[in-house]
């Protein structure tokens, strides 16, 4: 229940090593976090795409085309035949912050 408080006298160049000390060791240890996107192909499917902006298929199909309240998102490429998003456009959309207007709402306001 009780607590003992020791008090320790120490110069303020002695707490600055101690504390340099303390920050070398950390940094010595640190290992950074891998980069967004570094573990992802650099060509993706659908389906990899979709799953990484967290959207379905249908609105990745929609992201992809202009229409009057904005431009394309996310412009796939197609390579024989198939489709394919650059990991780099994948990465950018990303980070770009976006609303839409929701379909449904839209029809509700006419």
Same mark, same amino acid.
């Given at each position: 229940?009780?607590?003992?408080?020791? #008090?320790?006298?120490?110069?303020?160049?002695?707490?600055?090593? =101690?504390?340099?000390?303390? /920050? +070398?060791?950390?940094?010595?240890?640190?290992?950074?976090?891998?980069?967004? !996107?570094?573990? =992802? %192909?650099?060509?993706?499917?659908? +389906?990899?795409? &979709? @799953?990484?902006? #967290?959207?379905?298929?249908?609105?990745?199909? @929609?992201?992809?085309? @202009?229409?009057? @309240? $904005?431009?394309?998102? =996310? /412009?796939? $490429? *197609?390579?024989?035949? $198939?489709? $394919?998003?650059?990991?780099?456009?994948?990465? &950018?959309?990303?980070? #770009? %912050?976006?609303?839409? *207007?929701?379909?449904? &709402?839209? !029809? +509700?306001?006419?």
């Amino acid at each position: 229940m009780f607590s003992t408080i020791t #008090q320790i006298q120490i110069t303020p160049d002695q707490l600055t090593e =101690l504390v340099r000390g303390a /920050v +070398r060791s950390e940094l010595a240890n640190f290992t950074p976090p891998a980069p967004e !996107g570094f573990d =992802l %192909p650099e060509l993706l499917t659908r +389906r990899q795409t &979709a @799953d990484v902006l #967290q959207v379905s298929l249908t609105t990745l199909h @929609d992201w992809a085309t @202009d229409t009057d @309240d $904005r431009p394309a998102v =996310l /412009v796939p $490429r *197609k390579i024989n035949g $198939r489709v $394919r998003y650059q990991k780099t456009d994948v990465l &950018a959309a990303l980070k #770009q %912050p976006r609303r839409f *207007k929701h379909k449904a &709402a839209e !029809g +509700r306001n006419q």
